[in-house]
């Protein structure tokens, strides 16, 4: 069976009706308003509205009952605030927007009884839905939460994440009481809003419920009952139960390389699919399917469904971690450059590469919690962003090397070690070798010989090679740099020295 990537004609359908009835934002040449209804709660309350104008413009025919935070203005954007006080009867008026000869209705409702919202498109809500009241129908495509209700509804414009569902006395935490699952078409509506960069509808009122005609019941991988399926690949197998014509399936394109039919089985309304899954080369991956049947009217009903996929770890460096695709695993040495002010969870590392990483919240798995600035730490996670910043996510600490602050007369004493790192501060001696960063490093207590310095933790081959002469470091300048106590030919040394940081001057 081919895989091919489709919308469903169902979804299809809801788009055509979104676009004829959604409240679109209407374009004059001289003046835009970011909505042309607005609608304020019956207890007394405010909406604000975005005026976009060409020049001067002026609002008139306001009624009294009707308060704007500003009824003028001058050309650019600027937000305007409808407010009402509480009211006992419905009260609607047509208000003019006035801009350079141009017009702009805008209607205004504060309805005592329930109003019909139109319907927008998650795409819409998305863009534009923040601190508004919307309206959506879709398809549930995954719950997260079966007790508050957080879940996901898709239109084929996009997705939107619902955070709470109330019940049909309008009471939360009682999800499960409305019998919804995933492939069903859902009406709702709620208050829109941006969390943490994501758009959510707060606490919907359910309008409707459509029950799919096909619903996946369970999803097994290697014969188990998971959604996890290893990076070395496996078999997934989907359990079916199908009320409509037949069933077939979908999958995207991007997933065309990575899935092959294995059998298909059918028995009355139960059907079964089995797919082999490749073995995954890159990162952490999630695999969507999408089966579909029709009723004897030919409309089309469907049932996502998804799986996990592990990625392999690639052992690399933070530069080339920050230049990956969002999703890959890696594995990270590097030490400590700075700490988060509240979360000790949460630091910056660096490596010999010169890059700098945000870990984010990693966890530390049977290794001592005393990371600090300074220590040498071995991560694993993934490659994620958040807005503008690139993050490593589902982090874990493998390995914590300790790093004491020490003079040199303290690391002449020490014993030789190459597990114990010390950070040193002094002055740069005599350079015996520009290349390799041999050197003499000289405080109050003493000088100890530096046999190379690195640019920075896990430099090896080449990268090992003219940091002195690159960074312009030279005699006389002060260093702080970390390394182990080891000793060659009865003299002592520091080995695996990195530089740290050179000081900056008083």
Same mark, same amino acid.
């Given at each position: ?45 405010? /909406?604000?509205?975005? %005026? !976009? +104008? &060409?020049? @001067?413009?002026?609002?008139?025919? #306001? ?57 927008? /498109?998650?795409?819409? %809500? !998305? +863009? &534009?839905? @923040?601190?508004?009241?919307?309206? #959506? ?135 079964v699919y089995t797919f082999n899954v490749a073995k995954n080369e890159g990162g952490d991956r999630v695999v969507s399917l999408e089966f579909n049947t029709t009723d004897n009217n ?59 990483v945000y870990v984010y919240n990693a966890k530390a798995v049977a290794i001592p919690e005393n990371i600090k600035a300074g220590s040498i730490v071995t991560v694993v996670g993934t ?62 207590t003493g000088t100890i010989y530096v046999y190379g310095l690195l640019s920075g933790y896990g430099a090896t081959g080449d990268a090992k090679k003219g940091f002195i002469k690159a ?36």
């Open positions: 069976m081919k895989l091919r990537n489709i919308i469903p004609a169902l979804v299809a359908g809801l788009t055509m009706l979104v676009s004829c009835n959604d409240d679109e934002a209407t374009y004059l040449d001289s003046v835009r308003v970011s909505q042309s209804i607005v609608s304020l709660p019956v207890e007394g309350g405010d /909406t604000a509205i975005t %005026v !976009n +104008a &060409n020049s @001067a413009w002026e609002f008139k025919n #306001v009624p009294d009952w009707l308060k704007l935070s500003k009824t003028t203005g001058e050309a650019g954007l600027s937000e305007v605030k409808f407010s009402a006080e509480a009211t006992a009867t419905t009260r609607e008026a047509i208000i003019k927007l006035m801009c350079a000869g141009d017009s702009q209705l805008i209607k205004v409702m504060q309805s005592y009884g329930k109003v019909e919202l139109p319907i927008s /498109t998650c795409a819409d %809500v !998305n +863009a &534009n839905g @923040a601190g508004k009241t919307v309206r #959506v129908k879709g398809i549930c495509t995954s719950i997260a939460n079966t007790t508050y209700g957080n879940w996901y509804i898709s239109d084929g414009t996009g997705e939107v994440y619902i955070y709470g569902t109330l019940d049909a006395s309008g009471a939360e935490k009682n999800f499960a009481s409305l019998g919804i699952e995933v492939g069903d078409i859902i009406d709702v509506e709620g208050p829109a809003k941006l969390y943490n960069g994501t758009m959510e509808l707060v606490n919907v009122t359910v309008n409707s419920i459509e029950k799919s005609l096909v619903k996946v019941d369970s999803v097994y991988v290697n014969d188990e009952k998971s959604d996890v399926v290893p990076a070395e690949g496996g078999k997934v197998t989907v359990f079916l139960t199908c009320k409509g014509n037949g069933v077939d399936y979908t999958a995207s394109a991007e997933n065309e390389s990575i899935l092959s039919i294995r059998s298909i089985s059918t028995k009355g309304t139960q059907s030919g409309k089309q009903y469907s049932a996502p469904t998804k799986f996990n996929q592990k990625g392999s770890i690639i052992a690399g460096s933070c530069k080339e971690f920050n230049a990956a695709e969002k999703g890959t695993n890696y594995r990270l040495s590097g030490v400590v450059v700075k700490m988060h002010e509240k979360n000790a969870n949460c630091y910056y590392i660096r490596d010999w590469s010169g890059d700098t490659r994620d962003a958040y807005k503008e910043t690139i993050e490593m996510t589902n982090s874990t600490v493998e390995d914590v090397k300790e790093v004491a602050v020490a003079t040199v007369a303290e690391m002449l004493a020490k014993e030789d070690n190459t597990n114990a790192y010390f950070m040193v501060t002094g002055k740069i001696g005599k350079i015996a070798n520009e290349n390799y960063g041999n050197l003499d490093l000289v405080d109050e960074s312009g470091l030279k005699e006389g300048d002060t260093i702080t740099l970390i390394g182990y106590k080891t000793t060659h030919n009865g003299n002592a040394q520091i080995g695996g020295a990195f530089f740290w940081n050179k000081a900056v001057e008083e």
